[in-house]
């Protein structure tokens, strides 16, 4: 079992719809949970953190952790076509910040 | 306030050849982390350096080594190419070891290598 479990989509959507993007993880030991942004011919930007369990909001987005069925979610509302991207939710074990643990991502596709 | 740059943005080698990629870090940024990232997956963290030093490496062979310099540049270095080392080579800087909270680490948009 991969220790971070992400759907990699596509997933395509209307312009103005709500996006859930999710991951699934097997190590209760994780504190923080990260989600990633990449544009094309990119490298990953960090779009949000949290720690430990509940919502993070930030404009237009929230981040969601339920450390009790060990599940993140990213939500994005009145999505735009500058969202397409792909999405990869990340951890760090115990002890290694910049040793990140990727999920596989999840392309998005925002269309007008 | 400059970036991670990477050199170079796309390369093309054979199999049993050696590649060397290039990193400058952000500006105040002493550690350098490098990942690999195949084709529709996430990035794998290969290793990381801190004040010269390898500081914790990933499930990559020890045909991938690197360098860190004086001024916190990095080299990866890959021996004997494999066709599965195909795949995008990020580099990521970021300030210390452990930072509070996440520590941020800034990409730099990678090297393309494709080995035939």
């Known amino acids: 079992q991969k220790e971070v479990e992400q759907d990699p989509g596509p997933l395509s959507v209307p312009e103005g719809a709500i996006v859930s993007l999710n991951c699934t993880y097997s190590n209760s030991a994780f504190q923080y949970f990260m989600w990633y942004r990449q544009y094309s011919r990119k490298g990953p930007e960090l779009l949000m953190y949290?720690?430990?369990?509940g919502n993070k909001e930030d404009g237009r987005f929230t981040a969601q952790v339920d450390k009790s069925s060990k599940y993140i979610s990213l939500f994005i509302r009145d999505s735009q076509p500058s969202d397409s991207a792909t999405y990869l939710c990340a951890v760090p074990p115990s002890g290694g910040y910049n040793k990140l643990i990727f999920g596989a991502g999840t392309r998005l596709a925002v269309h007008p | 306030e400059t970036g991670v740059t990477q050199s170079p943005t796309h390369l093309i080698k054979t199999r049993g050849q050696q590649v060397t990629l290039r990193c400058s870090s952000q500006s105040g940024h002493n550690t350098v982390s490098w990942y690999q990232q195949a084709l529709g997956q996430g990035p794998q963290f290969i290793f990381q350096?801190?004040?010269?030093?390898?500081?914790g490496r990933g499930n990559f062979p020890p045909r991938f080594s690197g360098l860190q310099f004086p001024n916190y540049s990095s080299e990866l270095n890959v021996n004997a190419l494999e066709l599965d080392d195909s795949a995008l080579y990020l580099c990521a800087s970021s300030l210390g070891l452990r930072g509070s909270g996440a520590n941020v680490l800034t990409f730099g948009a990678g090297s393309r290598l494709t080995v035939l």
């Open positions: 949290t720690y430990s369990s």
């Open positions: 350096y801190y004040r010269e030093e390898e500081n």
